[in-house]
Nanobody, 123 residues
Framework: QVQLAESGGGLVQAGGSLRLSCAASGRTFSTIPAGWFRQAPGKEREFVAV????????FYADSVKGRFTISRDNAKSTVYLQMNSLNVEDTAVYYCAADPEGSWQDGSAYAFWGPGTQVTVAP
């Protein structure tokens, strides 16, 4: 089992930045891929970014490439999402997820989820 807890969400003006954190506990987090998804009001959950256990492989949704950066500190069992140049379309609840079996960009492949953190971008 892996328990995940996101933090760092909040209200930010368009063009601003936020850094989300996801702290993990439980089984060895450093051996499993972890990523971020988001769900905006009235929309389906969508993939944002994912990183391999070693940090050697990363994948991003086209909508966030060049603006968001995923990273992890396995010594702290934490994965981060640095979000720059935020726009109103980035408003959503952001979820951390870990240990996918199957496609890393498919939310249904993930076994463990955090409760989410709200990010609101004001125009």
């Amino acid at each position: 089992q892996v328990q995940l807890a996101e933090s760092g969400g909040g209200l930010v003006q368009a063009g601003g930045s936020l850094r989300l954190s996801c702290a993990a506990s439980g089984r060895t987090f450093s051996t499993i891929p972890a990523g971020w998804f988001r769900q905006a009001p009235g929309k389906e959950r969508e993939f944002v970014a994912v990183m391999s256990w070693s940090g050697g492989s990363t994948f991003y949704a086209d909508s966030v490439k060049g603006r968001f950066t995923i990273s992890r500190d396995n010594a702290k069992s934490t994965v981060y999402l640095q979000m720059n140049s935020l726009n109103v379309e980035d408003t959503a609840v952001y979820y951390c997820a870990a240990d996918p079996e199957g496609s890393w960009q498919d939310g249904s492949a993930y076994a463990f989820w955090g409760p989410g953190t709200q990010v609101t971008v004001a125009p």
